[in-house]
């Protein structure tokens, strides 16, 4: 684990990004490269408003960037989590099955969802709370899931943690020194996105639009959809199949 990584274990807490979000809103230090995780969560979140599952044996755990003058946009850290996290799951799998990346930031294994990752803006700081399903998944209605323990025994969640922590070290430092488009062309190689490929963008208001993948902004990771007549639209926000 590298030097300037340590993590903070708690048995139980309602969210770690609450934690986090709370600890910077009362003024507290927020240490850069540190994480905060949690054997067990009762109010854990995810995107959208969406409810982030419990499960003893997963990964459930938040971390914090200090965004400084010069940084790409603060919401392409979604980018930069979503890399690191497919990486350690892929180093923890050792090649018994590679994860797959999807816009904006889902981790899919099978093509089932297996890790959560939500962004929280507070008082210069972007709060990335992570979890990973490593010995169980939910049972979803609207999704299928994934766990890690579907392809072989579940890792431990130390070993986890510190492998996780120290490849998103490593992509914010990649981030921060060459630009958000290296973050971008390394989401691409690791999804299944193409240009021409047909997509659904679904928005939070349940309504739908369809068209065709036609690349990422580069400034700021928002997917561009071309639409039937040619036309191309921007999105920013929504789940797509």
Not at 27 to 54: I, L
Not at 188 to 212: F, Q, W
Request: hydrophobic fraction near 40%.
């Amino acid at each position: 684990m590298n030097a300037l990584t340590a993590i903070n274990w708690v048995e139980e807490t309602g969210s770690t990004n609450a934690d986090m979000v709370a600890s910077i809103r009362a003024g507290e230090t927020a240490t850069e490269g540190a994480w905060h995780v949690a054997r067990r969560q009762s109010a854990g979140k995810g995107r959208q408003g969406r409810e982030w599952h419990d499960g003893l044996g997963n990964f459930m755990g938040s971390t914090v960037v200090a965004i400084r003058k010069g940084d790409p946009v603060p919401p392409s850290l979604s980018f930069v989590a979503a890399l690191a996290v497919g990486q350690a799951i892929d180093m923890t799998l050792e090649g018994a099955c590679r994860p797959k990346l999807k816009w904006p930031n889902d981790v899919l294994l099978d093509g089932r969802k297996v890790s959560g990752i939500l962004l929280e803006m507070v008082g210069g700081h972007v709060v990335v709370g992570i979890g990973v399903n490593l010995a169980s998944a939910p049972q979803l209605v609207h999704r299928q899931t994934a766990a890690l323990s579907d392809h072989r025994r579940a890792p431990d969640p130390k070993a986890f943690a510190e492998t996780l922590a120290d490849v998103f070290a490593r992509y914010l430092n990649a981030w921060r020194s060459e630009g958000l488009a290296p973050v971008l062309k390394g989401f691409l190689h690791n999804s299944d996105h193409y240009t021409g490929a047909p997509i659904t963008v679904h928005d939070t208001d349940g309504s739908s639009i369809e068209g065709t993948f036609y690349g990422l902004e580069q400034d700021d990771g928002a997917l561009r959809l071309r639409l039937a007549d040619g036309a191309e639209r921007v999105i920013r926000a929504g789940d797509i199949s």
